[in-house]
């Protein structure tokens, strides 16, 4: 396990606001005028909200660990259909949408912008429905946020998005991970299913804060539809679909928000004098450049508020250690202590 940046709350912060907003005579407007939806019968933005969100959620019919969690939630009440976007099937609840395309999950870029640009709608976060490949193939459910940051401009991305970058990590991640270990005790997955926040590792790109909601980690597993309903359940739960108040809103205070995990393979380093090396400059790879972005793309998503880093020292050796919190310090990213986190 790598670099966790995380947020500790700021008790001075009240709410976390979208940037399409400005404040006015004591509300929350939105700025500029509403654009006209671009297919008939899409839903258009009211001039005026208070803080609502509208949270885009994504699925894909050739992934059953994505389709069956969709479908299973679409089951739930208060769905309604929309016209199709770009042939990618829409639906409206509430403040929530939801597209499901048939294309690969991780390539399919900017479904937010797109979506703006056809309804007039303002997306504030995405979350997407996927399946989860691992080496030891244990069945899992998995949370994580995304973003490809060790990779170099020019390089191939062979998971998606863009090299060099972080989505924001989505406030909810946090939050959402106990809500998600829960709801798998209360239909009798735990101790089968491994609950497990996930290194940050692929696409598709957004610039939106966002999370993966992913089952793993075989076939077998992604087909389960036990599974499927405890995913549709957190989502259902999670974003206060059934009347009760959404869990990991901005507007909480729960001390501590996850960011971005970077593991190993995201903070490639390069020392051929590893025992020698004096200082962190003389070391190669993109380890610097993927804390950069993740600290970035963190902040994005906190604004106003406090990133520390989280490192997890066993996994580093002696040299690594050294070069990570020297370059910390000199971004000038704290590095937590254990009753920072827990």
Known sequence: ????????????YP???????QHKNGSWHLA???RKPQFPGAPSKPKNRDREMVTLL????IDPASINPANALLAMPGWQPLPSLQDMKSFSNQGVRMLVHGNSIIREDHLEKRWEDATGEVVDEVIFFSKHTAVSNRPALTVHPIGVPHLREGDVAPQGG???????????????LRLLKRIAESHNLVPEFEITLEGTHHGPETNKPTMFLEIGSTEEYWK??????VMAQL????????GEADVGNWSRKDGVWVGHLLSGYSLPMEDPNQSKVEKNIEIGGTWREAIKAAFEATKLAFPGGEILAHLDHKSFKGWQKNALTGFLGEQNIKIGKPNDFY
């Open 1 to 12: 396990m790598g670099v966790l940046v995380t947020y500790k709350t700021d008790a001075s």
């Open 15 to 21: 709410f976390r606001r979208s940037p399409s907003w």
């Open 32 to 34: 500029g005028a509403p």
């Open 58 to 61: 994504v699925a894909t019919s």
């Open 162 to 176: 863009k090299p060099g970058w972080a989505a924001p990590p989505n406030p909810r991640i946090g939050p959402w």
């Open 224 to 229: 389960r539809q036990d599974a499927a309903q």
């Open 235 to 242: 989502v259902w739960e999670g974003l206060g679909l059934g």
